[in-house]
């Protein structure tokens, strides 16, 4: 039987037909996988049933809309609790995917059965944002593409385009840190990972990715963010003494610098705050 890959599209107040992640799903060759389509809407107001009509008119797929705006994390665990699949893909609503991303998956999954977890190279612009290093107490951005198997020690990288497999949710019982809501779920999974697996593979493929942390915000709209960030590293590295300190004074020195470069006091009074 082919492999089935359930593929998880979270949106949050984006009209479904501006959404760049599904434009660029529509008309993929999905090839010899059996792939079925979950969209979690996290809007206030749920998609109207001509909206939701004319996606369909090139997308099959199931539609859950949650006006609360339940955390990531929690999305992810429910998803993977409810359905059946081989291995789930999880996507966000700004990542533009190549139009052959599903076969060279199915190729790639064919070939190494015994992996896990297989991620894009994700660049928002010219930076590589995924995969990424992790250095003691903070990421670091590779300045050369990596592909292929590698080891999953010491790895971050961002949850959109990241294929899992069920295997990995089953064999270890493994479910999403819901103390994260946002920021840092991404990376508690992959430290999580590389305790429990020691390689990863690397797919030969570019996403472009907007991400409000890299695509120059103004001080409102980076400061709550940034806020959340912070507070994730904390919950990351809680049973990390030493990288937990070395992490707050980066956060301090972070600040700092914020607070220079926006003109913006607010920014200081975020670690006390916390």
């Known amino acids: 039987m082919n492999p089935s890959i359930l593929i998880l599209i979270v949106t949050y107040k984006c009209p479904l037909h501006d959404s760049k992640t599904i434009n660029s799903i529509l008309g993929q060759d999905s090839h010899d996988l059996n792939c079925r389509y979950v969209i979690w809407d996290n809007s206030p107001v749920a998609a109207t049933s001509l909206e939701l009509e004319k996606v369909r008119e090139g997308l099959s797929f199931e539609y859950i809309s949650k006006p609360e705006n339940v955390a990531l994390s929690k999305v992810y665990n429910q998803v993977v609790s409810a359905n059946k699949f081989k291995y789930i893909l999880l996507l966000d609503q700004d990542t ?63 949850t959109s385009g990241m294929l899992i497999s069920r295997h990995y949710f089953d064999s270890y019982s493994y479910q ?16 999580d990972f590389a305790k429990n697996e020691k390689e990863l593979f690397v797919l030969p493929l570019i996403l472009a990715h907007n991400s409000a942390l890299w695509s120059s915000p103004t001080s409102s709209e980076l400061l709550p963010r940034f806020k959340n960030l912070r507070k994730a590293w904390d919950i990351i590295l809680s049973d990390r003494p030493l990288p937990k300190l070395l992490n707050a004074i980066y956060g301090k020195y972070l600040c700092i610098k914020l607070a220079v470069k926006y003109r913006d006091i607010r920014f200081l009074l975020i670690e006390k705050q916390s």
Do not use: C, T
Request: glycine share 8%; net charge positive.
């Open 96 to 158: 533009g995917i190549p139009k052959n991303y599903l076969r060279e998956i199915g190729y790639h999954i064919a070939n190494h059965p015994q992996v896990n977890l297989f991620l894009p190279i994700v660049k928002n612009n010219q930076l590589i944002v995924s995969p990424g290093n992790f250095n003691l107490f903070k990421g670091k951005h590779w300045e050369d593409i990596r592909k292929g198997l590698i080891p999953s020690k010491n790895l971050l990288a961002v």
């Open 176 to 191: 999403f840190d819901e103390r994260l809501n946002l920021y840092g779920i991404d990376s508690k999974f992959m430290l």
